[in-house]
């Protein structure tokens, strides 16, 4: 049994710019489970429809100069994390000194310390994180906000050093493979990668105001021109309801200090689908709380800072379709168990879309095993 340890690859530092690509060098020797960015703000008034994971377009870890290990925005990286533990991580953690903290953790196992699947860095001439930002994204996280000079960032993870007995089969592999607006009516077909085995699919969206299944109406996979179809025109909310029957039905909560005026105003939780809100404040009355599928309504007697729990289904606006899940295994068994194809097969992504205008994307998962 081999071990882990806890290792800084890169000591907080300030944001160099407000817009650009930060390249971070990795080991070329050793075993790394994942990669947890650390980003922080400071903030004396948040707005609750803007999160830290909107000013992070793009977190990728490229090996050789080319190979994509992982490519994902910061909402799909905290997406596909939070499928993981069923639970979100801290996008607007707050400190008792005033700072915002929010964590993306990049995981190249199915959990940090899984020792089958993990990046093994003497496989590649070279390995490096690189982290595209735009703070300008992230509206008035607070009355400095993030600014050169005062947001920071930080990268660290669980690492195993040459001979502590850490020898993986292979690591997933993240993706983005299409990124899209919908058309009312529209159809979309994405054929899908035949390199490794298919962990799960994340079906996804970022605009204000719709749930999760309203860019993916009906969804079909298709194998080898309709031989098998595992899904064949399901509706995206049977799409969701049959995840979270395979997770015991959890409920995602988030909670936000949100900087409201006086007035009415719409609150947007990283939510595919709102079951229950609440609200709190101790310098505003807020006197509603109408709760749409999409939103949370409220009203403000006065201006100030009121704090506003949501609670629904689908982190991030999010279906999510597990192999894993599906079938209680991982690597290429889940994919044959759950579909009876492995990833040498013609695999077909389809879906019809109700709504346009939604700026749509699809994540695929991947054991790359050797």
């Known amino acids: ?5 806890w290792r800084t690859f890169k000591s907080q530092k300030s944001f160099d710019s407000d817009a650009q690509t930060e390249v971070i060098d990795l080991p070329k020797r050793g075993i790394i489970s994942n990669l947890v960015l650390e980003s922080y703000a400071l903030s004396g008034s948040q707005k609750g429809d803007i999160m830290s994971q909107a000013i992070f377009s793009k977190i ?3 090996g050789n100069g080319s190979t994509v290990i992982q490519s994902l925005t910061g909402q799909q990286v905290q997406c596909s994390q939070a499928y993981d533990d069923g639970r979100f991580s801290n996008d607007k953690e707050m400190s008792p000194s005033g700072g915002c903290y929010a964590y993306f953790d990049i995981r190249f196992g199915r959990y940090p310390g ?4 993990a990046l093994d860095c003497s496989r590649w001439d070279s390995l490096e994180l690189k982290i595209t930002y735009n703070l300008a994204a992230g ?13 920071k960032l930080l990268v660290y993870g669980l690492f195993s050093p040459d001979g502590a007995g850490i020898s993986p089969i292979g690591y997933l592999k993240k993706e983005q493979k299409k990124a899209y607006t919908t058309t009312a009516g529209g159809t979309a077909d994405l054929a899908l990668p035949t390199d490794y ?3 799960r699919l994340i079906l996804l969206h970022s605009t ?5 299944y309203h860019p993916f109406q009906y969804v079909t996979i298709n194998i080898n021109n309709g031989a098998r179809k595992p899904i064949d025109n399901w509706l995206g909310n049977d799409v969701m309801q049959m995840d979270l029957s395979l997770r015991g039905y959890p409920q995602w909560r988030q909670s936000v200090e949100a900087y409201v005026t006086s007035g009415d105003g719409d609150f947007h939780p990283r939510l595919g689908f709102v079951l229950c809100a609440s609200v709190f404040s101790e310098d505003t009355t807020l006197v509603g709380g109408d709760i749409g599928v999409a939103h949370v309504h409220y009203h403000a007697g006065g201006a100030g800072s009121g704090y506003i729990t949501a609670e629904g289904y689908g982190p991030d606006r999010s279906l999510c379709i597990d192999l894993e899940k599906w079938s209680g295994k991982h690597g290429r068994e889940a994919m044959l168990d759950a579909w009876g194809y492995d990833e040498k ?5 389809e879906h019809t879309q109700q709504y346009g205008s939604i700026a749509s994307q699809v994540v695929l998962e991947q054991y790359a095993v050797r």
Request: no cysteine.
């Open 1 to 5: 049994m081999g071990f882990w340890l």
């Open 345 to 349: 097969a013609d695999i077909h992504l």
């Open 139 to 151: 509206g008035t996280l607070g009355t400095t906000g993030f600014t050169t000079g005062t947001g």
């Open 208 to 212: 204000d105001g719709y749930v999760s």
């Open 197 to 199: 085995p298919f962990r």
């Open 60 to 62: 990728e870890v490229i």
């Open 114 to 117: 899984d020792q089958f699947y």
